[in-house]
């Protein structure tokens, strides 16, 4: 599925988000710390997690590891073309094994990936077992939205019947957009989330809200 919608994957997140992605990248970045030394993004897609993680501090060298081999085509030509490519390492592979050894990444960053893993807590220990000891991790996901009813249907609808249409429309795949609704209604709402990153070892998990609670950005440190 990702490799049909990959060419146009980055146009339709920013008609979906209105833009807002590209911040909540910027704040999940901020939040996860600069980078002064190696740093990971899991399911790097196009890659613009890598590169906010990149321009975060001229130290960085930043890996951005995808299993589907044409996402990592695209985030290459944009990092050549944005001249990136010696501060990024691209790595075909799964969330769920990853191909590291252990204590390797001062930050791990993930973004719109742990829906589609089908083992999150496995997911979740292999990015702690990779970070280093006081590494941190900041994990950015479309959140079941919470509080009032009307609320919660008014996105419910939003992304069973506006989403799909888009995708259809936008990216000549529905069944792909069509997926999202479900797959974020099957996700572990932000408090549940909070407490496999606790299962997995991670310390100190917090998470912030964006775009009126339809995201999360949660964080957390890897035991010293
Ligand atoms: C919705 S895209 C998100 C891309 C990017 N992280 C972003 O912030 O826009 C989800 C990505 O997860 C990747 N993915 C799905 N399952 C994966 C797995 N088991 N291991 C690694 N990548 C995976 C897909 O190939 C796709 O690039």
């Given amino acids: ?30 939040m996860a710390r ?15 997690f890598a590169f906010d993680l990149a321009r975060s501090s001229s130290e960085a060298h930043v890996v951005g590891l995808d299993v589907v081999p044409e996402m990592l085509t695209l985030a290459n030509l944009k990092a050549l073309r944005r001249r990136m490519s ?13 191909p590291f050894a252990d204590d390797m990444f001062q930050v791990i960053t993930s973004g719109f990936a742990l829906r589609n893993v089908s083992d999150l807590p496995r997911t979740l220990s292999e ?15 479309i959140t079941p939205v919470q509080g009032p009813r009307l609320f919660q249907a008014f996105f419910r609808s939003y992304f069973r ?18 997926y999202l609704p479900s797959s974020v209604e099957q996700f572990p709402p932000a408090d549940a989330l909070a407490e496999l990153m606790r299962a997995a070892g ?11 609670g339809t995201v999360a950005i949660h964080t957390g440190t890897k035991p010293s």
């Avoid at 994957?9 to 833009?19: A, P, Q, R, S």
């Avoid at 990779?130 to 996901?141: M, S």
């Fill in 202 to 212: 991670f310390q100190d998990v917090s998470y912030k809200l964006r775009g009126m």
């Fill in 86 to 98: 010696q501060r990024v390492t691209w790595v075909h592979g799964d969330a769920q094994a990853l």
């Fill in 34 to 48: 600069p980078v002064e030394g190696l740093a990971l993004d899991v399911a790097t897609g196009t890659g613009d």
């Fill in 161 to 178: 019947h506006v989403t799909p249409r888009l995708g259809a429309l936008l990216a000549g795949d529905r069944e792909a957009y069509a």
């Fill in 1 to 30: 599925m990702f490799a049909r919608i990959a060419r146009r994957y980055d146009f339709l997140n920013t008609v979906m988000t209105g833009g807002a992605h590209h911040r909540w990248r910027h704040d999940a970045v901020k």
């Fill in 127 to 141: 990015m702690c077992r990779v970070a280093t000891p006081g590494g941190r991790v900041a994990l950015l996901e």
